[in-house]
């Protein structure tokens, strides 16, 4: 018989990240960021100086600082990082370009490093700007008639204060497009008020559908764990330890229920195989025939494109 998990039941912790030597995890974003690295030349013996730009509001880290280059008839504004790295690497990341040095090249290196690498950089950073242009657009409006992902499928909110906080709908786990979320407020709730109670509400169906979905494979497959709860992880959908400890992102209550169940395979495919070589894999194999499609969809899937709670 399968011996029934303890789960915490408190809020989940703020974003973080989870890991440690003896834990197995699943990452939120299956593939590294778009990356380059340049062979540095050898070191310079007088560094080119530069008059710095002025910088925009965007917070640097410490030693940074904005540089530009014109290439390809476009000016390229980027971050320039100095760092202790024997290359010249180029990151598109959330907020633009970032040039990483070494502290002994000089600018007019780096500048050709730039040129040389201008059409693969404009390219990139034009992706970039249609992703973030997508992405805003697929953000909830936080108001009466926004709508939201929850187990895949496009749920409405709708304001009442005279109601209690519920889905109207057959059953609240297999809901249908268009279904509505009641929200007890008024009519004049703020955003964020609205955003808070939504995640609250989420928050607890995440609790109650992933402790069913849990007990439902521990009494299939005869496992057992120590317990289990909520994260907030930013960069983990799942995580389990040598000890039988699981978190699961309550982020996952926006993907259908097939996905949710992929994570939880996932997780507990290390109570047997600890490892990710072909004897994990044929584990969650057992756990959940037929996952890959499933583990697909989670890679291909933007993390970004989930509704933001901040």
Known sequence: MATRPASDTGTPPAPRRETGPHSAQLDLFAEPPQ???VPAPPPPAVRAPAAPPTAPALQLPPGARWHEVVAEGQRIRFVLQRSRRRTIGFL????GLRVTAPRWVGLAEIDGAVREKARWILSKLHEWQLRRERLALNQPRW??????????RRIVMRLD???DT????????????GDVLWLGLPSDATAARIRDTVQAWLQGRARVLFDVRLLDFLARTGLTINRWRLSSAATRWGSCTSEGNILLNWRLIHFPVGIIDYVIAH???PLREMNHGPGFWAEVG???PGFEDARDTLRRHDPGSLPRFD
Do not use: C, H, N, S
Not at 92 to 95: A, R
Not at 143 to 152: I, M, R, S, T, W
Not at 166 to 177: C, G
């Open 35 to 37: 990356a380059v690295a």
């Open 92 to 95: 598109i990341g959330d907020d």
């Open 143 to 152: 108001e009466d008639g926004g709508d939201l992902p929850y187990l895949g």
């Open 161 to 163: 204060a005279q109601r």
């Open 166 to 177: 519920a889905l109207a709908t057959a059953d609240l786990d297999a809901p249908a497009d």
């Open 267 to 269: 997780e507990l495919a």
């Open 286 to 288: 057992q756990l959940m």
